[in-house]
């Protein structure tokens, strides 16, 4: 009996970390800065480490979407009508919050706090929404294929909106939009390309990497832990007070669940609610705390680094309700 309790434990371990990958995953990040921020004694190694985490985040980044789209059916890239839908609330959402900040001509703390809004408004569709998308028993091909479109659609309001908000600015149309386009390409199309690649002319890598379980998934874990632990740093040395930062935090969380619910509701006219709710609410928040340290004010970064932790939430309860319902999806 007490040997069959021994062998059983972990097993039960390993299942609860299955069952609840995302938020260890955020609370393993968080836990991990705090020790190397706090402890004197490990100043050497986060000085080492950090930026090896920078360097390996990308390709945490890239091996999520080459995993993804090595299970994707490329007849099936093509748009459908909750993409144009979704796409138009998004740029909707933009408008009304730039028109907002040149209306009452904002400053100061009210400029920051629109700023941390604009960035998780419009940031691309995540590069991970595929994944999740597949775990929640939603099409593939129809998230892959609007977070193509949602890229573009990023990299062509960026640099129409960001020098009307911030004068100062040292930004052109053509200067942003093709380095932007220039990040969506080494994210996006080479590992597209590569799966293509391995699909039809590496076939035993393909077979391989297609009969791990959930590979994307848990390869998307660990880049959230890197993450998480960015996230808090940036918190941690944010310059201002605890009450606006918990400002910030709570217009992260109440624009997530809006834009989560937004994208339910025009789901349901196409029969993709996942889908849709995944496109417009998962944001590709590593990409916009880049945008807002590179263009707006750097304090508007705690926006998209809070939203990243409510979405993630989201996408654990969903997941989580998924398999209540007796769903186990993989990807």
Request: hydrophobic share 50%.
């Amino acid at each position: 009996m007490e040997s069959a309790k021994i062998e059983h434990q972990p097993n039960k371990f390993v299942q609860f970390l299955k069952n609840w990958t995302l938020p260890v995953a955020m609370g393993f990040g968080t836990i991990v800065y705090l020790i190397f921020a706090y402890v004197p004694t490990l100043d050497d190694a986060a000085t080492f480490f950090g930026p090896i985490f920078e360097t390996i985040f990308p390709l945490f980044m890239f091996f999520i979407l080459f995993f993804t789209f090595c299970k994707v059916d490329f007849r099936k890239l093509i748009p459908v009508r909750w993409h144009l839908w979704v796409g138009i609330f998004q740029v909707l959402f933009v408008i009304i919050v730039v028109a907002l900040i040149l209306v009452y001509k904002m400053t100061g703390n009210e400029l920051i706090l629109m700023e941390a809004i604009l960035t998780c408004i419009i940031s691309p569709c995540a590069a991970a929404a595929p994944v999740v998308t597949q775990k929640l028993g939603g099409k593939l091909e129809q998230m892959t294929a609007y977070t193509f479109l949602s890229n573009f659609v990023t990299a062509l309001m960026i640099p129409i909106c960001f020098p009307l908000i911030e004068k100062d600015s040292d930004i052109t149309f053509w200067s942003a939009f093709l380095k932007i386009l220039y990040e969506v390409c080494i994210v996006l199309l080479l590992p597209m390309l590569l799966a293509f690649i391995v699909k039809h002319y590496v076939k035993r890598l393909h077979r391989f990497i297609v009969s791990i379980k959930d590979l994307s998934y848990y390869t998307w874990g660990v880049s959230l832990t890197i993450v998480t632990g960015t996230t808090v740093k940036n918190i941690c040395h944010a310059n201002t007070t605890l009450g606006f930062l918990l400002v910030i935090a709570a217009s992260g969380l109440i624009l997530c669940i809006i834009q989560y619910a937004v994208g339910r509701f025009i789901g349901h006219f196409f029969n993709s609610v996942t889908e849709a709710s995944q496109g417009l609410g998962q944001k590709n928040t590593a990409f916009a705390i880049w945008i807002a340290y590179t263009y707006l004010n750097p304090l508007s970064s705690v926006g998209p680094g809070c939203y990243i932790l409510w979405q993630n939430i989201i996408n654990s309860i969903e997941i989580w309700h998924c398999r209540r319902q007796g769903n186990n999806f993989t990807t």
